[in-house]
T-cell receptor
């Protein structure tokens, strides 16, 4: 099945700095979903992107789906301590495999 | 609450004992997934169901693991003869159909001592 690779694996930022995580696939994705998992918690759905070049915003979070539908990014503006957690992406058509995600630490 | 619910939330068992976890998906969701997650890792897929049919089970970790969804509603995941390496969080998720959003339960934490 399709697999997506996510980078970076870890990111430490100062509170107020921006943060970006990337998902890359070697094959075209029908859609991509983003999840956030807080330490000790379970993955929580954030958003789904379906269209080529799609951009969606949720407050300080901006999600993009590449024109070729092979990559996606999540950008957080002015991180806060509440953004701490691991961010996962995967293709909704192959819910078999998650990557390791990007673990975000925010230093106050 | 109409989310995915899992029971028990925490289980401590002695090595060699059998454990069973239950998952109640969101109603009307016909797909149900089981994942395992250990510290620092992403969710590891185990198996999934479309209604009562188990469509993928080759990734179950060993023959000690089995899952059922007899009536196409709730599901159970059983681990027989538990080992310390089975200690993990077992996550259940459901979705309406392939490609739709997957919603996770809060997980069942297993500790094998």
């Amino acid at each position: 099945g399709q697999q997506v690779m996510q980078i970076p694996q870890y990111q430490h930022v100062q509170e107020g700095e921006d943060f970006t995580t990337y998902c890359n696939s070697s094959t075209t994705l029908s859609n991509i979903q983003w999840y956030k998992q807080r330490p000790g918690g379970h993955p929580v759905f954030l958003i789904q992107l379906v269209k080529s070049g799609e951009v969606k915003k949720q407050k300080r979070l901006t999600f993009q789906f590449g024109e070729a539908k092979k990559n996606s990014s999540l950008h957080i503006t002015a991180t806060q301590t509440t953004d701490v957690g691991t961010y996962f992406c995967f293709s909704g058509n192959t819910p078999l495999v998650f990557g390791k995600g990007t673990r975000l630490s925010v230093i106050a | 609450d109409t989310g995915v619910s899992q029971d028990p939330r925490h289980k401590i068992t002695k090595r060699g004992q059998n454990v069973t976890f239950r998952c109640d998906p969101i109603s009307e969701h016909n797909r149900l997934y089981w994942y395992r997650q250990t510290l620092g890792q992403g969710p590891e897929f185990l198996t999934y169901f479309q209604n009562e049919a188990q469509l993928e089970k080759s990734r179950l970790l060993s023959d000690r693991f089995s899952a059922e969804r007899p009536k196409g509603s709730f599901s159970t995941l059983e681990i027989q003869r538990t080992e310390q390496g089975d200690s993990a969080m077992y996550l259940c998720a459901s979705s309406a159909s392939s490609g739709n959003t997957i919603y996770f339960g809060e997980g069942s934490w297993l500790t094998v001592v």
